[in-house]
């Protein structure tokens, strides 16, 4: 067929060559860089995504946080960001500051936050692929990404041109949520990514009243999962309502409720992981 290409003419391997560029131009400036992944949606791999960027950027390191879960962007909200459209410096895409921490969200250029994102394959990986490579971050410490739930095409994009990235997976504690963060453990098996750690999240209640931990969901995943797949455990973080809150409100419950179990279950986790003290200041 006149005009078609398989891939392989020089004008396509020249654009791949530019993409290719690009790419290494953004990430090579960063040091790090953790993948907040879950096989479910509604876990809290946002709320873990913001919480962890924010103790990185309040410990003094520079963060970015990414936020590609293009079905259901929380990133704004969880942090009291507006809608600003994209700004842009030259080809860049400009993210907003809070303190040290920059943010880049695709809920930044949805105009209406109640629309239904509705896009074909190729236009959703095309946009992971240019908020990987066309943004302004500049050099970084730390690059958290929260990634599109699944197993899928998204959040294999995201993997694969991370290259070097790796997962901090979240769970919560019942068996239907273990079925489906098994398989992120297993993705990140096949694709050679190295796993920090699980995150049991919704793990119990503790009860206001008498103190007493209150098992609302059945299971034992986070455990379960660990052993399964040699991996660490790396904190069970109960429900409490000041987590909601701290989403709902746009300020992470570490900073706004450092002295909560979920707080300081939170901080300790961060302090294991990246050795820093829970010392933490304000944005
Ligand atoms: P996901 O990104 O996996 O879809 P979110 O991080 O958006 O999940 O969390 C879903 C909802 O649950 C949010 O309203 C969040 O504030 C709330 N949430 C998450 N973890 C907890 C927790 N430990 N206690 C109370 N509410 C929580």
Redesign the pocket.
């Known amino acids: 067929m006149a005009g078609s290409c398989s891939g392989n003419c020089s004008s396509c391997s020249q654009k791949c060559g530019d993409e290719e560029k690009k790419l290494q131009a953004t990430l090579g400036k960063i040091k790090k860089k953790i993948v907040?992944m879950?096989g479910?949606?509604?876990?809290?791999?946002?709320?873990?995504?913001?919480n962890l960027a924010s103790a990185l950027a309040l410990a003094g390191f520079k963060v970015g946080l990414l936020d590609v879960?293009i079905h259901?962007p929380?990133v704004p909200q969880?942090l009291n960001l507006q809608n600003t459209g994209v700004m842009m410096d030259g080809d860049l895409i400009l993210p907003q500051e809070i303190g040290s921490l920059k943010v880049v969200s695709l809920g930044f250029m949805i105009d209406d936050p109640d629309g239904a994102i509705i896009w074909r394959g190729p236009m959703k990986i095309g946009v992971i692929k240019q908020f990987l490579s066309e943004v302004a971050w500049g050099e970084l410490d730390y690059l958290v990404i929260?990634s599109p739930?699944g197993t899928g095409d998204e959040p294999l994009t995201v993997c694969q041109l991370l290259n070097d990235a790796e997962a901090v997976i979240?769970t919560t504690p019942q068996q239907v949520a273990a079925n489906d963060v098994a398989k992120s453990l297993n993705f990140c098996k096949q694709i050679n990514m190295k796993v920090l750690g699980l995150v049991e999240?919704?793990?119990g209640?503790v009860c206001p009243h008498c103190n007493e931990v209150v098992e609302i969901f059945p299971g034992n995943a986070g455990e379960e999962l660990a052993e399964k797949f040699g991996v660490e455990l790396l904190a069970k973080?109960?429900?409490?309502?000041?987590?909601?809150?701290?989403?709902?409100a746009g300020t992470p419950?570490i900073q706004r409720f450092a002295k909560t179990v979920?707080g300081r279950i939170f901080n300790d986790m961060v302090e294991k992981l990246f050795g820093v003290s829970d010392g933490l200041s304000t944005f």
């Open positions: 907040v879950s479910k949606g509604g876990v809290g791999k946002s709320t873990v995504a913001v879960d259901g929380s969880m929260d739930p979240v999240n919704m793990s209640f973080i109960p429900l409490d309502p000041a987590v909601a809150h701290g989403g709902d419950f979920p």
